[in-house]
């Protein structure tokens, strides 16, 4: 396994298995605490994993967390999903930026999500799973949803959006989302 910095969002990286392939298939190390750590990553930092399945064209996102924000790490292990990050830390090098990523079961990769980045993906396959490991408890108060579909993002998902979940169909403009709260 390797990681390999992505230069659009700092801090973030991309985790390239080496699979081990014969007639039955194949065999993939999807976490390496060691390659983790190599890069500054904490491997004993995460609190939680879990799982989603989608169908084709649905969108999930784009989300991030308020308060210490939410670092997490990534992975599609089954189907593809075109996957989204957008970096909103007003510190950081790439205030701003956007990266997308086609992640699939077949690759394996993980893409390792800063905290203070909004993500998001969509299904490309029916079915795809999507595997996350995170960094902290979820606390639904800290919650921030960003419309899929805000202008000024501007994502060109692949595909035509067949579903999203009613938080993210009503969710606020970034302007919006990010405004200070009195």
């Not at 976490?31 to 999930?60: C, H, T, Y």
């Not at 989300?63 to 989204?84: P, W």
């Amino acid at each position: 396994m390797k990681a390999i910095p992505v230069p659009e969002i700092h801090g973030a990286y991309l985790f390239e298995p080496t699979p081990h392939s014969d007639e039955r298939g194949f065999f993939s190390r999807t976490f390496d605490r060691e390659v983790v750590a190599s890069v500054g990553i904490d491997p004993d930092g995460f609190a939680q994993d879990s799982l989603s399945r989608s169908r084709k064209g649905v969108v999930r996102g784009m989300h991030l967390r308020g308060g210490a924000g939410e670092a997490k790490l990534v992975r599609c292990s089954h189907g593809a999903i075109f996957d989204v990050v957008v970096d909103l830390r007003p510190d950081s090098p790439t205030f701003r930026n956007i990266k997308t990523f086609e992640l699939s079961g077949e690759t394996q990769v993980s893409v390792y999500i800063p905290a203070g980045c909004a993500h998001g993906f969509q299904s490309l396959t029916d079915p795809s799973d999507v595997a996350y490991r995170i960094d902290r408890a979820h606390d639904p108060s800290e919650d921030i949803t960003i419309s899929y579909k805000d202008p000024e993002l501007d994502i060109s998902w692949p595909l035509s959006v067949t579903m999203v979940s009613d938080r993210d169909e009503r969710a606020p403009s970034l302007g919006e989302a990010l405004k200070p709260t009195r």
